[in-house]
């Protein structure tokens, strides 16, 4: 059984740019969720999405941060104009609904702004 | 207050001994509780997950949980060297429509002396 995937694993954007993230969660998971961690810091929550739909964004930055997680293919965090305190590891969890809720990571994306 | 809070450690062991980790909560209507194990550069990975009060033991790990303490803890027996990782302590209320994301701890460092 694969885990869930995330890609690509290291990312280096210069300020200003545009950094897609994907993650595909495990086979049969349709509860996404976003998670980031920044230096030093602990995880933090930033959104949570089932199939195209968002049912929390209550940890993303108003400005610049979205998320999809369309009918098909992988789940997208989009980080535009990327600022150097963007940098940090950007994980995906997912789980196989909402009441039995243990998460299972990817491997993360090491985003790197110049 | 911190909604999640424990110790930052680092917490050192010698090889065989017991390491318990702690963690409280704040949020009273919590339900879920999970402990990760993450290493050093690498992703968080799901080691115990516990519902209700008591004691759940998962070989050399047990996960104790006291809701009206609003605490829990991990027991590691039989400590060895590639236990040496970062632990963190998760909380999950789902009620609402925040009830999929996970409120993390800073983490525990954990270092087991051969």
């Known amino acids: 059984n694969a885990g869930v995937m995330q890609n690509p694993r290291h990312l280096v954007r210069r300020r200003g740019q545009e950094a897609r993230l994907r993650c595909s969660p495990v086979?049969?998971?349709?509860?996404v969720y976003w998670y980031r961690q920044l230096p030093e810091e602990g995880l933090k929550f930033m959104v949570y999405?089932?199939?195209?739909?968002?049912?929390?964004e209550s940890g993303m930055p108003k400005e610049r941060f979205s998320a999809e997680f369309p009918k098909e293919g992988p789940s997208i965090l989009r980080i535009q104009q990327v600022v150097r305190g963007d940098s940090a590891a950007y994980f995906c969890?997912?789980?196989?609904?909402?009441?039995?809720?243990?998460?299972?990571f990817g491997p993360g994306t090491r985003l790197t702004v110049l | 207050q911190k909604e999640v809070e424990q110790n930052s450690g680092p917490l050192s062991v010698p090889e065989g001994a017991i390491a318990s980790l702690n963690c409280t909560y704040s949020?009273?209507?919590?339900?879920?509780f999970f402990w990760y194990r993450q290493y050093s550069g690498k992703s968080p990975e799901l080691i115990m997950s516990?519902?209700?009060?008591g004691d759940k033991e998962d070989g050399r790990f047990t996960a104790q949980l006291n809701k009206a303490s609003q605490y829990v803890s991990l027991l590691i027996r039989d400590s060895q060297p590639s236990d040496s990782a970062t632990y963190l302590c998760?909380?999950?209320?789902?009620?609402?429509?925040?009830?999929?994301?996970?409120?993390f701890g800073q983490g525990t460092e954990l270092s087991v002396k051969p």
């Open positions: 949020d009273r209507g919590s339900q879920s």
């Open positions: 999405l089932q199939k195209e739909n968002i049912i929390d």
């Open positions: 969890a997912s789980s196989p609904r909402r009441g039995l809720n243990e998460q299972f």
């Open positions: 516990i519902y209700s009060n």
């Open positions: 086979k049969g998971h349709s509860h």
């Open positions: 998760a909380v999950n209320n789902l009620s609402g429509n925040q009830g999929g994301k996970l409120i």
